[in-house]
């Protein structure tokens, strides 16, 4: 029983080859689900809308696992669509989704090919799920349909343990002004004007604001016709927050931070809503599960580093579900969602031969 490089490689190498955005992850789930029948692993479909499902493998007890090894196969939009295949520079492996998480994917199904050759399965469950990068779809419905206490999800964490992780909130701002021609600019009220002054209030706050908030103005729109002083101005904004902080003290500080902000701005109207809230958590420390992994670290020569999860996941979903995720996988969280996305093929055989490892412990 053991891991198999080439084989591996070439598995990393075809999912970043196919194109799989949020929404349209079709190709891709049909190519696992021959490729994990091909190796007699037991996989089945769990329909997440029309078009849409997730591929789990529960070998044990049905729908439930003592352990869930959980992937999102789903990538953000190419930069280029001319360029976003594999492509090799020594250890590195660069493509759109090698990171993110197309590399823990792989590691995870190496894993369980691995497993499969052994006499029998330990009580692990493997979940490769769709729409992690849009609405978490996909887990929802894992969630809905399997139980497990316990889950390995291979976000980017450079193969460090992250039984912590931030919290999420999305907040939307809207700005409101009075319509003019460009030419007469004072007859009016530029919305966006005020919306440049009140996001400066709210960056100069997040910087301030103790224990590690983390904010970043994601989306600014206005009125998309020319020669007017813009009515209206839009933005998003998305804010991680450590775990200990809730997502109430964040809310209440940036309510405070917006009603004081009109003192400052002339003429400001704003109107604020939040979406899309998860708290941040922390994993119990002594736990025969996270024992288990310690002992996994230490057959594959790696040093235990314990670190927070800085980013919104499928993890914090599954925390509210009730399971203990724990994020772990290959490649670096900078490197997600950039241009020139890459990840050491190096640590995805680490992840792999870690996967196993703790799988067998179970």
């Known amino acids: 029983m053991d891991i198999k490089p080439e084989r591996l490689k070439a598995l990393l190498k075809d999912l970043v080859d196919i194109y799989s955005p949020s929404g349209k992850e079709g190709e891709i789930l049909k190519y696992l689900e021959r490729y994990l029948k091909r190796h007699d692993i037991p996989v089945a479909r769990q329909m997440v809308d029309e078009d849409r499902y997730n591929l789990a493998v529960f070998p044990g007890q049905g729908n439930r696992a003592g352990l869930c090894f959980v992937g999102h196969l789903d990538t953000v939009s190419a930069f280029d669509l001319d360029s976003y295949e594999l492509r090799e520079d020594g250890d590195k492996l660069y493509g759109l989704g090698t990171v993110d998480m197309k590399g823990g994917c792989a590691a995870m199904i190496e894993a369980f090919i691995a497993l499969k050759s052994g006499s029998s399965m330990p009580d692990v469950g493997l979940a490769l799920v769709v ?20 889950a390995v999800v291979g976000e980017p964490t450079g193969m460090a ?13 809207r700005t409101v002004g009075r319509r003019a021609h460009s030419s007469m600019p004072e007859t009016g009220h530029n919305a966006i004007e005020s919306m440049l002054g009140l996001l400066k209030v709210i960056a100069e706050y997040a910087a301030a604001a103790p224990a590690g908030l983390v904010y970043n103005i994601r989306q600014l729109t206005s009125h998309p016709s020319g020669f007017v002083v813009p009515d209206f101005c839009e933005a998003w904004m998305d804010f991680h927050f450590p775990p200990g902080s809730t997502v109430g003290s964040v809310k209440s500080g940036l309510e405070a931070v917006v009603e004081s902000a009109g003192q400052d701005i002339a003429g400001l109207d704003a109107r604020l809503k939040f979406e899309n809230m998860y708290e941040g958590y922390r994993l119990p420390r002594r736990d025969p599960v996270v024992d288990k992994l310690r002992e996994a670290y230490k057959k594959v020569s790696l040093s235990w580093q314990a670190q927070n999860f800085r980013s919104h996941s499928d993890g914090n979903l599954l925390k509210v579900a009730g399971v203990n995720p724990i994020m772990l996988g ?17 640590q995805v055989l680490q992840a792999a031969r870690l996967y196993l490892e703790f799988a067998l412990l179970q």
């Open 131 to 150: 729409d992690e990068e849009e609405d978490s779809r996909g887990a929802k419905a894992l969630v809905g349909g399997y139980s497990f206490p316990w």
């Open 161 to 173: 343990p992250c039984l912590d992780h931030y919290g999420y909130l999305e907040l939307n701002l």
């Open 330 to 346: 290959p490649g670096v969280l900078e490197a997600a969602h950039t241009s020139d996305e890459a990840v050491s093929f190096n």
